[in-house]
């Protein structure tokens, strides 16, 4: 018996002996017995210990090696238990410092040994999910996986959110998104996406905001806008079934009710800026808040596409809408509970036009030389998005902070552990 049994395997073996390793979660002491829950990554197991004395030594989270025989008992959690015949102690923990102080700073600050409750392990496993669904949702639709530099001298989203790196010879910042380089790769990929981590020195300090985010970035030659939204859509119908099916035991762990996931479909609500605002009985130019876009998608109940926004609110690169060129072909996703999840547009493909946008945002031509060059030889339409792997990951687990959903966050306000 050299072998150890998962504990989700458990079951598997009713009346045979096995060897199971992991952590002590929590313990209890009676006159003759020590019950012990033990989990792995993969789930929790009840054993009774009698009459050994390292079962009694044990304290919550050593690390123990147990052999005993599996049976079948209702009363115990997952209605199977251990009886054990060995109990080994590999790590002794000291008295471990999360107990009955379990308040959001507190436990951020000791995320180093949160992580490893059952909590925690059910989040990262659905996040893990998630970026497998990404990963088969691009490779069925033929896109190439694509990485780009973390290192730039440009500013994609805005200047006032750039972290500065010293570097010898120039200005060099942390991206704020792979989308500048990732117009270059499509002349020679077509399709491309990346999930990458992406830096903004973000003032807001809110609970949907990051410093440090992983980000969900695809673009694509060709692709116009309206495809760009079904593209969006399909997306998130795709990773959301995906979840549903590989992660069901992980969501009840959190106590998700999975009801409106279930009945998600398409189409999802299109609504322009302008009939946002007008809704809200808020003027032209108004920036819409993270409580508006809650507010916003609430009233409908499933994930809406907000459109054609002013030109002056959003990034230079954004094409003017034909039919309305106060307002560009860019949109954001708002999914319920959270807000925007995926930020896109189709590209200015003229060199033209793309001079012009320079101008009217006051940056520098000489900045943008090589980008430049990207109209000059074949330009094409293009479009492009960027999605924000922790929101989407609020909405799908049901947690109300981003701080919640991932392991080490990283804000303005927090660098540790």
Same mark, same amino acid.
């Given at each position: 018996?050299?072998?150890?049994?998962?504990?989700?395997?458990?079951?598997?073996?009713?009346?045979k002996?096995?060897?199971?390793?992991?952590w002590?979660?929590?313990?209890?002491?009676?006159?003759?017995?020590?019950?012990?829950?033990?989990?792995?990554?993969?789930?929790t197991v009840?054993?009774?210990?009698?009459g050994?004395?390292?079962?009694?030594?044990a304290?919550?989270?050593?690390?123990?090696?147990?052999?005993?025989?599996v049976?079948?008992?209702?009363?115990?959690?997952?209605?199977y238990?251990?009886a054990?015949?060995?109990?080994? &102690?590999? !790590? =002794?923990?000291?008295? %471990?410092? +999360?107990?009955?102080?379990l308040?959001?700073e507190?436990? /951020?600050?000791? $995320?180093?040994?949160w992580?490893?409750?059952?909590?925690?392990?059910s989040?990262?496993?659905?996040?893990?999910?998630?970026?497998n669904a990404?990963?088969?949702?691009?490779?069925?639709?033929?896109?190439?996986?694509?990485?780009?530099?973390?290192?730039?001298?440009q500013?994609?989203?805005?200047?006032?959110?750039?972290?500065?790196?010293?570097?010898?010879?120039?200005k060099?910042?942390?991206?704020?998104?792979?989308?500048?380089?990732?117009?270059?790769? &499509?002349? !020679? =990929?077509?399709?491309? %996406?990346? +999930?990458?981590?992406?830096f903004r020195?973000?003032?807001? /300090?809110?609970? $949907?905001h990051?410093?440090?985010v992983?980000?969900?970035?695809?673009?694509?030659?060709?692709m116009?806008?309206?495809?760009?939204?079904?593209?969006e859509e399909?997306?998130?119908?795709?990773?959301?079934k995906?979840?549903?099916k590989?992660?069901?035991?992980e969501l009840?762990e959190?106590g998700?009710d999975?009801?409106?996931?279930e009945?998600?479909?398409?189409?999802?609500k299109?609504?322009?800026?302008?009939e946002?605002?007008?809704?809200m009985?808020?003027?032209? !130019?108004?920036?819409?808040?993270?409580?508006?876009?809650?507010?916003?998608?609430a009233?409908?109940?499933k994930?809406?596409?907000?459109?054609?926004?002013p030109r002056?609110?959003?990034?230079?690169?954004?094409?003017?809408?034909?039919?309305?060129?106060k307002?560009v072909?860019?949109?954001?996703?708002?999914?319920?509970?959270?807000?925007?999840?995926?930020?896109?547009s189709e590209r200015?493909?003229?060199?033209?036009?793309?001079?012009?946008?320079?101008?009217?945002f006051?940056?520098?031509?000489e900045d943008?030389?090589?980008?430049?060059d990207?109209?000059k030889?074949?330009?094409v339409?293009?479009?492009?998005?960027?999605?924000?792997?922790?929101?989407l990951?609020?909405w799908?687990?049901?947690?109300?902070?981003?701080?919640d959903?991932?392991?080490?966050?990283?804000?303005?306000?927090?660098m540790?552990?």
């Amino acid at each position: 018996m050299d072998e150890f049994v998962a504990i989700a395997d458990v079951p598997k073996h009713d009346g045979k002996k096995i060897k199971l390793r992991g952590w002590v979660q929590r313990k209890r002491d009676q006159k003759e017995l020590v019950f012990i829950i033990m989990r792995d990554s993969t789930g929790t197991v009840q054993v009774a210990c009698k009459g050994l004395p390292e079962a009694g030594r044990a304290t919550t989270e050593s690390s123990l090696i147990i052999e005993g025989k599996v049976k079948k008992d209702e009363r115990a959690p997952g209605g199977y238990e251990i009886a054990a015949e060995k109990v080994e &102690i590999v !790590g =002794l923990a000291e008295t %471990y410092p +999360i107990g009955k102080d379990l308040s959001e700073e507190f436990l /951020r600050d000791m $995320r180093h040994l949160w992580i490893r409750s059952r909590k925690m392990t059910s989040i990262l496993k659905i996040n893990s999910e998630l970026l497998n669904a990404v990963n088969q949702f691009y490779h069925e639709k033929g896109y190439t996986q694509f990485q780009s530099p973390i290192l730039t001298t440009q500013a994609c989203e805005g200047g006032s959110t750039l972290f500065t790196v010293k570097h010898p010879k120039e200005k060099v910042y942390l991206s704020q998104s792979w989308q500048l380089h990732a117009e270059a790769a &499509i002349f !020679g =990929l077509d399709k491309i %996406y990346t +999930i990458a981590p992406m830096f903004r020195a973000e003032k807001s /300090r809110t609970t $949907r905001h990051l410093a440090e985010v992983w980000l969900v970035e695809a673009e694509a030659a060709w692709m116009g806008f309206d495809e760009l939204l079904q593209h969006e859509e399909d997306l998130i119908l795709f990773i959301v079934k995906h979840i549903l099916k590989s992660c069901p035991n992980e969501l009840k762990e959190l106590g998700r009710d999975t009801k409106d996931l279930e009945q998600l479909k398409g189409p999802f609500k299109r609504m322009k800026y302008e009939e946002a605002i007008k809704l809200m009985e808020k003027d032209w !130019g108004y920036d819409l808040t993270d409580k508006d876009e809650r507010e916003l998608v609430a009233k409908f109940g499933k994930p809406v596409f907000l459109t054609n926004f002013p030109r002056d609110m959003k990034a230079f690169y954004m094409k003017p809408d034909p039919k309305d060129p106060k307002t560009v072909l860019g949109v954001d996703l708002l999914i319920p509970g959270v807000g925007e999840a995926i930020g896109g547009s189709e590209r200015i493909a003229e060199m033209d036009k793309l001079l012009e946008s320079l101008k009217m945002f006051k940056l520098k031509k000489e900045d943008y030389g090589w980008y430049l060059d990207l109209r000059k030889y074949g330009s094409v339409p293009h479009s492009g998005y960027g999605m924000g792997i922790a929101r989407l990951m609020m909405w799908i687990t049901g947690m109300p902070h981003i701080m919640d959903v991932i392991a080490f966050p990283r804000t303005m306000d927090r660098m540790s552990p």
